[in-house]
């Protein structure tokens, strides 16, 4: 038990924050305790029945099966290396950051309506993480290596072969916010 507690104090704050908020919402979806249309972006449930939750609830549904296991694994990855090596010792300003890109997704996502901005959310802090490590290469589920600098345009185009237009479009909006930040 004291492994885990020390495991889970590791994971910087903000980057715990995500990875719990992405747990806690996720999970319940996933089994079943709690309905998909309790938790996406609908701004008429916030503003007639006060469901002040549905933005939070937005960005932190991650979805199902391995692509969720890739996306925990990148936001601990490039959320801890953002924390802990670009804004060392400014964990308010990362978490001003995130606040920020998440803000810039809402305004974004208005004539798109997507129920869901996870993807957006993930897309931006992928962006942020490429631009503070320009000369990495990486591997995309080790069959293609990519200059880390093509990386989020390289997993755009993932999306949409996996995913279609929408998903695509998710996540351009958040490499959208990601670089306007």
Not at 18 to 27: D, E, G, K, N, Y
Not at 83 to 106: C, D, H, P, Q, S
Not at 123 to 128: D, F, G, I, T, V
Request: aromatic share 18%; net charge positive.
């Amino acid at each position: 038990m004291a492994d885990i507690q020390g495991l889970i104090k590791d994971v910087p704050p903000v980057t715990r924050f995500m990875l719990v908020s992405t747990a806690i919402v996720t999970f319940p979806v996933l089994l079943k305790m709690v309905s998909p249309a309790q938790v996406y972006l609908s701004w008429p449930h916030m503003r007639y029945n006060y469901e002040i939750w549905r933005p939070w609830t937005a960005f932190f549904f991650g979805g199902s099966g391995f692509p969720l296991i890739y996306d925990f694994f990148l936001i601990y990855r490039n959320g801890s290396s953002l924390e802990k090596e670009t804004y060392f010792g400014r964990t308010a300003e990362y978490a001003w950051a995130n606040l920020m890109i998440a803000v810039f997704i809402l305004i974004t996502n208005i004539p798109f309506g997507f129920p869901f901005l996870f993807r957006s959310l993930l897309h931006a802090q992928n962006y942020l993480w490429c631009r503070a490590n320009p000369s990495m290469k990486i591997s995309l589920f080790g069959l293609l290596t990519v200059p880390v600098p093509y990386y989020p345009a390289a997993l755009i185009v993932l999306d949409l072969v996996l995913g279609g237009p929408a998903k695509g479009i998710s996540g351009a909006i958040g490499m959208f916010a990601g670089h306007l930040w």
